[in-house]
């Protein structure tokens, strides 16, 4: 699934609850990350719930692995990767993340704190796009 | 007893519909919601007599400076001080006791000494000790509590001796809603020659306090919390303990004589509230406090325990809810978990039903992990909670469980 799709699939919600429980169902699929990178190292600061990052780079592209304790959060976790994940620090750099979000609509439903940590997210991730 | 809709109806913000419906406000030990008559004591002041109290010479300031002074002895009567001028204002509970941290505690604490707290403090009662302790090269001891959160004298006892200059405790934790008996305490403090500072945050909202009782050197609470505004808080100290403390602030307001080369300070307590005070929020703040006196703490309490009783029934009716914090003497605060549910995710449902809880570690995170968690949810009472609140909780924390379950 693309960004695309995953948008199309989110145009047919017209309740919070089935939006929401399919953000909940994509974290439940989101591969979980290893135990041994769920340390302070890997950890995303700035999010109510534990949020870890872990970043991989080969042949020019970067691939992330996230977790966090938090189920929604997951869900979220999962679309961020899907937005950023197999793309070239270039790549990362030109997307328009909360343009994304706001046509997902997710952005108007989620708490401020946990807006935040989105974003600390997408900080994190265009931090190590930008030491590329 | 009182009639909670009737009471409701002094608190404007219960009046606000967020997406057309009414919010169940179960945040109190956080921050209380104020009545009417604060915002029109603030008001009235604003427009009526407002000037820099303590420093003018005309109509406006002489009567600004009465209501001032005024609030005082409120706060005085409020905490039954035996002393108008043993009242203290500041911004917070939290700059109360740093004030006597960095004044009473830098002069008093040193290498080879011991500071004993208990271990469910807020950090506003536990960090500023762990600093001066740092900087003094004395010794921050903490004793246990039992594993439903109940205090245990023994723990206490254990560790208390002739090297403990001071012990600062709850009177009510803001996590488990334990209550610390701190007339005993107090009394086991003074027998080996330690100092007393009781965080009455929580408790001063719930109960009546008596310092004289109590017998505590020192005492902290905010207005925020007694239905007053926020940016003002309360330290009390005992008239002759206060008066060989060095100032905490230098500036206006705070001195006798000042010339460029000696500074004399003034009498207690201007000596402690250098600079322009928080006049208005004083005068709210005891308008906050009539308005728990006009009502009744033997009201509130018979009010609030029978909220109490309904809380932790209905609550028993979530699956796998456990709530955290199970003392035979405990308040109007109920933290909880969800099977493994995370807080946050909690909090999401609960926002969109329009009940309002607080998550996290609540500003107390040794406590919440010793309980063994990260982070908790809390639900807490203040005299205008109604049974609808406590509803509107169940079925938010129901529909949450549900929602999160996996099939």
Known sequence: MDIEELTEN?????????????????????????????????????????????PHFSEGKFHFNGDSDAI?????????????????????????VTKIFAKLGIEENLTPSRRNGMLSMVAKIKEYADLK | ????????????????????????YLDTTASAQKPQSVFDTMRRVYYEFYANPHRG????????????????KTVQKFINAGDNREIIFTRNATES???????????????????????????????????????????LKVFPLADNGEYVAEEFLARLNEKTKLVAVSAMSNVLGTMFPIKEIAAAA????????????????????????????FLAFSGHKVYGPTGIGVLYGKAEILKKMPPYQFGGDMIENVTFEKTTFADIPARFEAGTPASVQAIGMAEGIHYIERIG??????????????????LSEVPQLKIIGTAKNKGGV??????????????FVLNKENVAIRIGHHCAQPIVNRMGYNSLARASLGLYTSKEDIDALVAALLKAEKFFREE
């Open chain 1, 10 to 54: 989110f145009s047919f919600f017209d309740n919070w609850e089935d939006k929401y429980q399919y953000v909940i169902d994509l974290g439940r699929k989101l591969e979980p990350l290893d135990e041994n990178f769920k340390t302070e190292e890997w950890k995303v600061k700035g999010c109510q719930s534990q949020v870890w990052l872990v």
């Open chain 2, 297 to 314: 703490f033997d009201n509130i309490i018979t009010h609030e325990n029978e909220l109490i009783k309904y809380t932790t029934e209905r």
């Open chain 2, 97 to 139: 006791i740093n004030l006597v941290a960095a004044t009473w505690g830098l002069q008093n604490i040193h290498t080879g000494d011991e500071i004993l707290i208990s271990e469910a403090e807020h950090h506003a009662n536990l960090v500023p000790w762990q600093h001066l302790c740092k900087i003094s090269g004395a010794e």
């Open chain 2, 57 to 72: 010479t005309y109509y406006f300031a002489d009567a600004i400076t009465a209501a001032y002074e005024q609030a005082r």
């Open chain 2, 1 to 24: 007893m009182y009639d909670v809709y009737k009471i409701r109806k002094d608190f404007p913000i219960f009046d606000v519909l967020v997406n057309g419906k009414p919010v169940a």
């Open chain 2, 334 to 347: 109920f933290s909880f978990a969800v099977g493994n549910i995370h807080p946050q995710d909690l909090a």
């Open chain 2, 190 to 217: 003074h027998n080996v020659g330690a100092k007393v500072l009781i965080d009455a945050c929580q408790f001063a909202v719930h109960y009546p306090i008596d310092v004289q009782a109590v017998d505590c050197d």
């Open chain 1, 72 to 96: 929604l959060v997951r869900g979220i976790i999962a679309i961020v990767l899907l937005i950023y994940n197999d793309k070239t620090p270039q790549e990362i750099k030109s997307i328009e």
